[in-house]
């Protein structure tokens, strides 16, 4: 079974000073900093922040389920302002998914805003897993919501 699940939300800061977080490794920083009970830590395994990248992220002691799991950056277009990654090992692969990817894109609305918004994709044989893809979105929504607040009070302020 193959899903996509999506969500986006306006902020009123300009598409490039959104970019600078979601295309940047300061997104998995930002995440560990402001939002602990989400990552521990994140490890950066292979390179820059840039296309083939690769993260090893870590939950909180004491999270259910999966204890961390490694992404790799398939995609990291500065230009057209989106960055795609997959989960290569642990997590929902060990969990019976044989794909879960994520791509975050930040889409300008006009010079002082913009769309920034998630997809997870995934590919899963056992159909019962695939009614967990909709938990697994909540974090990344807490994270969008998050990160307007940040980069709004950062602009404004």
């Known amino acids: 079974m193959k899903g996509t699940i999506s969500d986006e939300i306006e902020v009123n800061v300009p598409a490039n000073v959104a970019w600078e977080l979601y295309g ?11 939002l602990p009970t989400l990552l521990n830590k994140v490890d950066v395994i292979e390179g820059d922040g840039s296309t083939g990248t690769v993260l090893k992220i870590t939950f909180p002691e004491g999270t259910p389920g999966i204890p961390y799991f490694k992404e790799r950056f398939n995609i990291v277009d500065d230009e057209k302002r989106y960055k795609q990654s997959q989960v290569i090992e642990g997590g929902y692969v060990d969990l019976g998914y044989t794909f879960y990817g994520i791509k975050f894109e930040v ?3 006009d010079e002082n805003s913009c769309i920034t918004k998630f997809t997870v994709s995934y590919e899963v044989e056992d159909v019962k897993l695939a009614s967990h893809a909709f938990t697994m979105v909540e974090p990344l929504q807490t994270v ?3 990160a307007k607040t940040y980069l709004t009070d950062k602009t404004h302020n």
């Open 24 to 34: 940047t490794l300061h997104l998995s920083r930002f995440i560990v900093q402001e």
């Open 107 to 109: 889409n300008e609305k």
């Open 144 to 146: 969008i919501r998050s």
